[in-house]
């Protein structure tokens, strides 16, 4: 199967919710310096910018230039990862994106925002479209892979592999939110 992660991001018109959300609640402000990791298309780094933060985007296919590994996490203040484990079909490459998420933000004081999109949701998307089930998610009909995170799920996969307690969180239409 040759999954197509890329045709994941999306065009957004607006903030994803869980980067607007974590501005609401100030673990993100104006002067922040941000990482955000998987940042597709950009919208929401954008959005943070205008904000007034410090934004270094990442995404492995739209903005390759700012790799984890050729950045100092110690000018970081957040880590947003939104919607990123949704889309990656392998569950050992999901454990490998948390793994490298906590190896570079370390025993830093960073905030970590981590998003995915809600279980129920995904699972009603593939009934209605026809996807196609695959190891423990769906092939879209784009190609692409979805696989669903509730609350729960989403900080089962993540606190035990960055070794902190979530502080926050937030579930919403527009998925899971943890912060850690």
């Known amino acids: 199967m040759n999954i197509q992660r890329h045709k994941t991001a999306i065009s957004r018109a607006k903030v994803s919710v869980p980067t607007k959300w974590a501005f609401l609640q ?3 402000k104006s002067g922040s310096r941000v990482y955000d990791w998987g ?3 950009g919208k929401d780094s954008e959005w943070l910018k205008e904000q007034g933060c410090i934004v270094t985007s990442y995404d492995p296919f739209y903005a ?10 110690s000018k970081i203040d957040v880590v947003i990862c939104n919607y990123v484990l949704n889309v990656i079909e392998c569950p ?12 570079s933000i370390g025993n830093n004081n960073i905030q970590l925002v981590i998003s995915a999109r809600p279980e129920n949701q995904i699972n009603k998307e593939a009934i ?33 592999i960055i070794q902190r307690d979530i502080i926050n969180s937030y579930k919403t239409s527009g998925g899971a939110v943890c912060v850690y």
């Not at 490459?93 to 906590?102: F, K, N, P, Q, Y």
């Not at 479209?129 to 879209?140: L, R």
């Open 26 to 28: 100030g673990i993100v």
């Open 39 to 41: 940042c597709g298309k």
């Open 64 to 73: 390759p230039e700012n790799d984890p590994d050729s950045v100092d996490f």
């Open 92 to 103: 050992q490459s999901r454990i490998d994106l948390v793994e490298s998420i906590a190896k």
């Open 128 to 160: 209605k479209n026809g996807w196609k089930e695959y190891s423990d998610g769906f092939i879209t009909s784009r190609d692409t892979f979805q696989k669903g995170y509730s609350l729960e799920g989403l900080n089962d996969l993540v606190s035990p």
